[in-house]
């Protein structure tokens, strides 16, 4: 079946602009999860979202950031006011149930974003 | 809290030989462990977990990795590369049993040269 699918794959963007990032999780995967991948870094938790609960909002670096879950599939990331050091890979996963990482994440392919 | 080490930022090995990465974690209680790999423009894929039980655990693509509490290590190996294993390798805990965030190390790059 599909995977998890990220648009757009590559997005570059000026300093000050804000930004969309989308994910398709796996049909039928109640927990997404948003991780951002600096260079020469691991990935970073964002936020993390189950069902109907509250989202898991603790990983976010500022305000600047946030994110919504609609219909309990497609999800958005926004960043506004881009700076520099948001240049990264934003990498989306789904598991089939949340709330322990017991249960397997699966990847999308991320994407790419650049702030000049 | 808790967090993980890869100490080899980057590996080579010759195709047929065996590799081996290090993975060290911090954790308070009984980690579940995970080693994903990255292939360029692709997404992460899981290799192999270990949760509870046998210590040594098999993964796909021949690869297995022992965990070893004493040494709070988890490291993984393959006998024998193939040079489709190139690709970048990330060591992960999650918490245990409802922590449901993954701290994962900041990679190791495989070379496989021929």
């Known amino acids: 079946g599909a995977g998890v699918s990220q648009s757009p794959s590559n997005k570059v963007t000026e300093k000050g602009k804000d930004v969309e990032l989308r994910c398709d999780p796996i049909s039928g995967h109640t927990a997404l999860y948003w991780y951002r991948q600096s260079l020469g870094q691991g990935l970073e938790f964002l936020i993390y979202f189950q069902g109907n609960s509250a989202p898991d909002k603790s990983g976010l670096p500022s305000d600047r950031f946030s994110a919504e879950r609609t219909g309990g599939s497609v999800s958005t990331l926004t960043i506004q006011r881009t700076q520099q050091e948001d240049s990264a890979v934003y990498l989306c996963a789904s598991s089939f149930e949340g709330g322990s990482s017991y249960n397997e994440q699966f990847f999308g392919p991320g994407t790419r974003l650049t702030v000049l | ?114």
Do not use: M
Not at chain 2, 27 to 43: D, K
Not at chain 2, 75 to 96: I, M, Q, T
């Open chain 2, 1 to 114: 809290a808790q967090s993980v080490t890869q100490p080899d930022i980057h590996i080579t090995v010759s195709e047929g030989a065996s590799l081996e990465l290090r993975c060290n974690y911090s954790y308070g209680a009984t980690p579940y462990l995970f080693w994903y790999v990255q292939s360029p423009g692709q997404g992460l894929q899981l290799l192999l977990k270990y949760f509870s039980g046998d210590t040594l655990v098999q993964g796909i693509k021949g690869f297995e990795a022992e965990f070893k509490r004493s040494q709070s290590s988890f490291n993984l190996r393959k006998p024998s590369v193939h040079w489709s294993d190139a690709a970048e390798y990330f060591c992960a805990v999650g918490g245990h049993p409802n922590d449901y965030k993954l701290s994962f190390g900041a990679g190791t790059t495989v070379t496989v040269r021929a």
